[in-house]
């Protein structure tokens, strides 16, 4: 009676828990029923199924899946062999759910091989039916239909309605992923209608979902649309979101065929959503691919790029090859149409070994499974007849073996037709298949060879461009260092190495200013500036090399003086030089006009020559990378084919616009467009001429010089006292702090790496307390990106080391407007009269000292001591004129700087550069 009541109050229990609508308080009640003692082995398994199919139910696939390996463990500890295989068949379904089709398998072969030995076939039959249905996914079709087989077996003997209308399903879901879609059309409305009968409207659902399959496949739309609606019409009432994704997912396939991409991505968005909510691996890898599609359609190439990157991931932990092979086409056209050709081609071949890798090892696997397994059949049906026939008489016995022997000749000649069919029809769908990839990769190749042929060209015309200067530098170099060139010829020979420099140093700039325009990372420096120096400038630069050709070169310029507008000069010089020296180029005889002026407010440059001109075709091109008008001109005048691209780039960037008129044998007109709002004298910025002016007067003022290294601190105090200027002197950031309370100084210098404070720190400490006068940044750190954050850290500008004469005297002498007196060039012969070799003899005197001192710092592993002597090598090495001594100290500072340092580790980067540096201050 006791046990009864216990059972009684167990099943009360399940009821009520049962009776919850809210699905954590279910998972809770059934954790604590769980932890009780007194359920018995029948009970935990009741819980544990409870539990994990509620988690399962609710999206939570994972907790599902632990639930039912723990069902599992308790029943193999408690000897429990059939609830051991339910709980493995259960854990085999939420794998596959799931998409993990190897699990899967591994789970439900664990219950065959227990229920295989067991009294239950039909248990045996509808594992043998999830097998099939795992094996399908994988792509496996024959071993599919093998074991659908094995189940149809017992079904047909001892299964009732639904067993039989349940494997006729899953054999037209084989039918599905054999692309027999006529077979599959024709049994599933009888499914359909079998289940409606039975009154099983999940499984009427799914059979709708593969009934629009089949449409699809077969090309008829509307109807798959309309069965696709039914089954999620259900999926929906019902709350299954888990099957509703995967109808999703079909859906948003359906209308990608259509290419109906607003409704298929809006599908694919919902199937994202609930796939990942609900952790159906599956349709999400799917619905991943799908949006690539359709953001690549659209032209997003870097969303599609992320899905298909995505979808490739899960296609390959699951193992779904096809779906590989289909993410790999989509990432070479995606990286194709981002101009990244190397990647598209990578995956392109990946693609294509892929592509033949499956057709091949499928057709081949298929039709070595089917010649093993008809052939074992037949022999063991031949086995079984001797056998019975072993009972008969003899000539029974002749008769049987007889007709056994037409029997199998005539199997093996339907067999051998059969596979003759079977050959013939793989083979028609891989050339078709092939032929549509084939299509697809050419179209790919194409863009591929294209790039690389520009690539090509460009590395021809540059090679070219850079050998050339080159030879005449060094054969005219080695011609004076082997005395091989007369003196009075000397001043010719440099002058010949000096105009190939320049033009290699053009080249390389050209290069520059284009991977910079590439990368959209030019940027305008817009001052403002008097246009009219351009015409000076033009003639200096031109009219010796016009005169040398025996043409005219003319200016007509038409602009007031002076004409201050907000431009970047630079690149606005750059524009209008390159336009002239193309002009000069291609002109043999005749001339070359300039006429500069405003007209309807915006400044216009025409540059007209009466060269070789161009045909009609030719100026399509002539504004294209790396182009000349055609193949004879590279030959015949040189030219990297850089000029007019990078010309017509800063034009754009300048919000204007080159437009070109030409004639063949008339000549050329290239003229220059764009907007330019005339500003006041009072907006023009000092010229280099005016501000020397000012500088080559004594100084008056104090200075602040802050500089950890002493002989950089001696060198720079003498420079500025000589300039005139009372000097402070400190060498860590806190002196400077102290300087400052007591003196009034009206410009500090400020290196950034200092002992005891930072300039950073004292910086942000001077403008706290209120010091408002200018703060100079005085550092070996020069790329653009560190003067920029220096600049935005509230640095009035900034100074690199090792210092530079003429920018040094500028930005100092700036700060200070009013002169003591006027003696000319006062500041400037300062400079050049100082001395300052006592100063770099120290600093040689110190040399083996430091030496010393960065042994000791190794060997201590004192890194943060070792890094500043270092730095300040690389400070006085670079001031002094020692640049080897400087580049190693600073690349072993920057190195030292980094976190992932491999300083004292054996072969590592930083002892080779230590030791290099300890050698070259023992030099």
């Given at each position: 009676?006791?046990?009864?009541?216990?059972?009684?109050?167990?099943?009360?229990?399940?009821?009520?828990?049962?009776?919850?609508?809210?699905?954590?308080?279910?998972?809770?009640?059934?954790?604590?029923?769980?932890?009780?003692?007194?359920?018995?082995?029948?009970?935990?398994?009741?819980?544990?199924?409870?539990?994990?199919?509620?988690?399962?139910?609710?999206?939570?696939?994972?907790?599902?899946?632990?639930?039912?390996?723990?069902?599992?463990?308790?029943?193999?500890?408690?000897?429990?062999?059939?609830?051991?295989?339910?709980?493995?068949?259960?854990?085999?379904?939420?794998?596959?759910?799931?998409?993990?089709?190897?699990?899967?398998?591994?789970?439900?072969?664990?219950?065959?091989?227990?229920?295989?030995?067991?009294?239950?076939?039909?248990?045996?039959?509808?594992?043998?039916?999830?097998?099939?249905?795992?094996?399908?996914?994988?792509?496996?079709?024959?071993?599919?239909?093998?074991?659908?087989?094995?189940?149809?077996?017992?079904?047909?003997?001892?299964?009732?309605?639904?067993?039989?209308?349940?494997?006729?399903?899953?054999?037209?879901?084989?039918?599905?992923?054999?692309?027999?879609?006529?077979?599959?059309?024709?049994?599933?409305?009888?499914?359909?209608?079998?289940?409606?009968?039975?009154?099983?409207?999940?499984?009427?659902?799914?059979?709708?979902?593969?009934?629009?399959?089949?449409?699809?496949?077969?090309?008829?739309?509307?109807?798959?649309?309309?069965?696709?609606?039914?089954?999620?019409?259900?999926?929906?009432?019902?709350?299954?979101?888990?099957?509703?994704?995967?109808?999703?997912?079909?859906?948003?396939?359906?209308?990608?065929?259509?290419?109906?991409?607003?409704?298929?991505?809006?599908?694919?968005?919902?199937?994202?959503?609930?796939?990942?909510?609900?952790?159906?691996?599956?349709?999400?890898?799917?619905?991943?691919?799908?949006?690539?599609?359709?953001?690549?359609?659209?032209?997003?190439?870097?969303?599609?790029?992320?899905?298909?990157?995505?979808?490739?991931?899960?296609?390959?932990?699951?193992?779904?090859?096809?779906?590989?092979?289909?993410?790999?086409?989509?990432?070479?056209?995606?990286?194709?149409?981002?101009?990244?050709?190397?990647?598209?081609?990578?995956?392109?071949?990946?693609?294509?070994?892929?592509?033949?890798?499956?057709?091949?090892?499928?057709?081949?696997?298929?039709?070595?499974?089917?010649?093993?397994?008809?052939?074992?059949?037949?022999?063991?049906?031949?086995?079984?007849?001797?056998?019975?026939?072993?009972?008969?008489?003899?000539?029974?016995?002749?008769?049987?073996?007889?007709?056994?022997?037409?029997?199998?000749?005539l199997l093996v000649v339907v067999f051998l037709a059969y596979r003759k069919h079977r050959h013939k029809k793989y083979t028609k769908q891989l050339e078709l298949l092939v032929k549509e990839r084939t299509a697809k990769l050419q179209q790919t190749?194409?863009?591929?060879?294209?790039?690389?042929?520009?690539?090509?060209?460009?590395?021809?015309?540059?090679?070219?461009?850079?050998?050339?200067?080159?030879?005449?530098?060094?054969?005219?170099?080695?011609?004076?260092?082997?005395?091989?060139?007369?003196?009075?010829?000397?001043?010719?020979?440099?002058?010949?190495?000096?105009?190939?420099?320049?033009?290699?140093?053009?080249?390389?700039?050209?290069?520059?200013?284009?991977?910079?325009?590439?990368?959209?990372?030019?940027?305008?420096?817009?001052?403002?500036?008097?246009?009219?120096?351009?015409?000076?400038?033009?003639?200096?630069?031109?009219?010796?090399?016009?005169?040398?050709?025996?043409?005219?070169?003319?200016?007509?310029?038409?602009?007031?003086?002076?004409?201050?507008?907000?431009?970047?000069?630079?690149?606005?010089?750059?524009?209008?030089?390159?336009?002239?020296?193309?002009?000069?180029?291609?002109?043999?005889?005749?001339?070359?006009?300039?006429?500069?002026?405003?007209?309807?407010?915006?400044?216009?440059?025409?540059?007209?020559?009466?060269?070789?001109?161009?045909?009609?075709?030719?100026?399509?091109?002539?504004?294209?990378?790396?182009?000349?008008?055609?193949?004879?001109?590279?030959?015949?005048?040189?030219?990297?084919?850089?000029?007019?691209?990078?010309?017509?780039?800063?034009?754009?960037?300048?919000?204007?616009?080159?437009?070109?008129?030409?004639?063949?044998?008339?000549?050329?007109?290239?003229?220059?467009?764009?907007?330019?709002?005339?500003?006041?004298?009072?907006?023009?910025?000092?010229?280099?001429?005016?501000?020397?002016?000012?500088?080559?007067?004594?100084?008056?003022?104090?200075?602040?010089?802050?500089?950890?290294?002493?002989?950089?601190?001696?060198?720079?105090?003498?420079?500025?006292?000589?300039?005139?200027?009372?000097?402070?002197?400190?060498?860590?950031?806190?002196?400077?702090?102290?300087?400052?309370?007591?003196?009034?100084?009206?410009?500090?210098?400020?290196?950034?790496?200092?002992?005891?404070?930072?300039?950073?720190?004292?910086?942000?400490?001077?403008?706290?307390?209120?010091?408002?006068?200018?703060?100079?940044?005085?550092?070996?750190?020069?790329?653009?990106?560190?003067?920029?954050?220096?600049?935005?850290?509230?640095?009035?500008?900034?100074?690199?080391?090792?210092?530079?004469?003429?920018?040094?005297?500028?930005?100092?002498?700036?700060?200070?407007?009013?002169?003591?007196?006027?003696?000319?060039?006062?500041?400037?012969?300062?400079?050049?009269?100082?001395?300052?070799?006592?100063?770099?003899?120290?600093?040689?005197?110190?040399?083996?000292?430091?030496?010393?001192?960065?042994?000791?710092?190794?060997?201590?592993?004192?890194?943060?001591?070792?890094?500043?002597?270092?730095?300040?090598?690389?400070?006085?090495?670079?001031?002094?004129?020692?640049?080897?001594?400087?580049?190693?100290?600073?690349?072993?500072?920057?190195?030292?700087?980094?976190?992932?340092?491999?300083?004292?580790?054996?072969?590592?980067?930083?002892?080779?550069?230590?030791?290099?540096?300890?050698?070259?201050?023992?030099?």
């Amino acid at each position: 009676m006791p046990a009864f009541a216990e059972i009684a109050q167990f099943d009360q229990k399940m009821q009520n828990i049962n009776a919850l609508d809210d699905a954590l308080q279910v998972q809770t009640q059934l954790q604590m029923l769980l932890s009780e003692q007194a359920i018995s082995s029948k009970q935990t398994e009741q819980v544990y199924r409870e539990l994990a199919m509620s988690y399962f139910q609710n999206g939570k696939g994972e907790h599902a899946l632990k639930t039912a390996q723990q069902g599992y463990d308790y029943a193999t500890r408690q000897q429990l062999p059939d609830m051991a295989a339910q709980f493995a068949k259960l854990t085999g379904i939420f794998h596959y759910f799931q998409g993990s089709y190897n699990q899967a398998l591994e789970r439900y072969n664990d219950a065959i091989a227990y229920y295989i030995n067991a009294d239950n076939p039909i248990q045996l039959a509808h594992l043998y039916n999830n097998v099939g249905l795992v094996l399908d996914n994988k792509g496996e079709p024959t071993k599919a239909l093998t074991v659908y087989k094995k189940a149809k077996v017992i079904y047909d003997e001892i299964g009732d309605e639904n067993d039989k209308v349940d494997i006729a399903f899953n054999i037209s879901g084989l039918y599905l992923t054999l692309k027999q879609y006529d077979k599959a059309l024709q049994v599933l409305p009888d499914i359909i209608a079998a289940r409606e009968r039975m009154q099983r409207p999940a499984d009427v659902a799914l059979a709708h979902s593969n009934i629009a399959l089949a449409y699809k496949y077969s090309g008829e739309f509307k109807q798959a649309e309309q069965y696709t609606f039914k089954a999620i019409e259900y999926y929906q009432n019902e709350n299954k979101h888990y099957d509703l994704a995967s109808q999703y997912n079909n859906l948003a396939d359906l209308y990608t065929e259509m290419r109906a991409f607003k409704m298929a991505e809006n599908y694919a968005q919902k199937c994202l959503h609930l796939s990942q909510q609900y952790e159906h691996m599956n349709s999400y890898s799917n619905c991943s691919f799908i949006s690539a599609q359709i953001n690549y359609y659209h032209g997003d190439y870097q969303t599609a790029l992320e899905f298909a990157r995505r979808s490739l991931d899960l296609s390959i932990s699951q193992q779904d090859e096809h779906l590989e092979l289909a993410n790999l086409e989509i990432l070479s056209l995606i990286h194709a149409a981002l101009g990244q050709p190397q990647q598209a081609f990578t995956y392109y071949q990946d693609a294509r070994n892929g592509l033949f890798k499956v057709a091949n090892g499928q057709l081949t696997k298929e039709l070595a499974n089917f010649e093993s397994e008809q052939l074992n059949l037949q022999l063991a049906h031949v086995e079984k007849q001797r056998e019975l026939e072993s009972h008969n008489n003899i000539k029974r016995q002749q008769a049987r073996d007889l007709l056994t022997l037409v029997s199998v000749m005539l199997l093996v000649v339907v067999f051998l037709a059969y596979r003759k069919h079977r050959h013939k029809k793989y083979t028609k769908q891989l050339e078709l298949l092939v032929k549509e990839r084939t299509a697809k990769l050419q179209q790919t190749t194409q863009q591929l060879t294209q790039a690389n042929l520009i690539k090509s060209q460009f590395l021809a015309n540059m090679s070219h461009e850079i050998r050339t200067p080159l030879t005449a530098i060094i054969g005219q170099s080695e011609s004076i260092m082997y005395d091989e060139v007369q003196v009075k010829d000397i001043v010719t020979e440099v002058s010949a190495i000096h105009s190939n420099s320049k033009h290699l140093l053009q080249l390389v700039n050209d290069i520059l200013d284009l991977s910079k325009l590439e990368a959209n990372k030019l940027v305008l420096n817009r001052t403002a500036t008097d246009i009219s120096l351009i015409c000076s400038d033009l003639q200096n630069i031109f009219t010796e090399q016009a005169k040398q050709k025996g043409i005219e070169f003319s200016i007509n310029n038409q602009l007031p003086s002076p004409c201050v507008v907000a431009i970047d000069y630079l690149r606005f010089s750059q524009i209008i030089i390159n336009l002239c020296s193309n002009a000069i180029k291609f002109t043999h005889n005749g001339q070359v006009k300039v006429a500069i002026g405003f007209i309807d407010k915006r400044l216009q440059v025409s540059v007209c020559d009466t060269g070789i001109g161009m045909q009609k075709e030719q100026l399509a091109s002539i504004f294209n990378s790396f182009t000349q008008a055609d193949s004879t001109i590279n030959r015949r005048f040189g030219g990297s084919g850089l000029g007019l691209y990078l010309s017509n780039q800063l034009a754009k960037l300048m919000s204007g616009s080159i437009g070109v008129e030409s004639e063949v044998g008339r000549g050329s007109r290239f003229t220059f467009v764009m907007d330019a709002e005339r500003l006041t004298q009072q907006d023009r910025e000092i010229s280099t001429q005016e501000l020397q002016e000012v500088i080559n007067q004594p100084l008056v003022g104090n200075i602040l010089i802050a500089e950890d290294h002493p002989d950089n601190l001696r060198f720079i105090s003498r420079l500025l006292e000589h300039m005139g200027l009372h000097v402070f002197q400190a060498s860590n950031g806190l002196q400077v702090l102290n300087i400052v309370a007591q003196q009034a100084v009206d410009l500090i210098l400020l290196d950034i790496q200092m002992p005891q404070m930072d300039g950073l720190e004292v910086l942000q400490k001077l403008r706290s307390s209120g010091y408002t006068k200018p703060v100079i940044a005085l550092t070996a750190n020069a790329m653009a990106h560190e003067v920029r954050k220096y600049l935005d850290l509230g640095f009035d500008e900034h100074l690199k080391k090792p210092i530079e004469r003429n920018s040094f005297i500028q930005c100092v002498a700036k700060y200070y407007q009013e002169p003591a007196s006027a003696q000319a060039s006062f500041a400037d012969d300062a400079v050049q009269t100082t001395s300052f070799e006592d100063l770099n003899l120290s600093f040689q005197q110190k040399l083996p000292m430091y030496e010393q001192k960065i042994g000791h710092y190794y060997a201590a592993q004192d890194w943060q001591s070792l890094q500043q002597l270092v730095h300040q090598i690389a400070g006085a090495a670079s001031v002094f004129g020692h640049e080897n001594l400087s580049n190693l100290a600073i690349a072993l500072d920057k190195l030292l700087n980094q976190p992932e340092c491999d300083c004292g580790h054996e072969n590592g980067q930083c002892d080779d550069l230590l030791m290099q540096l300890r050698a070259a201050l023992k030099a």
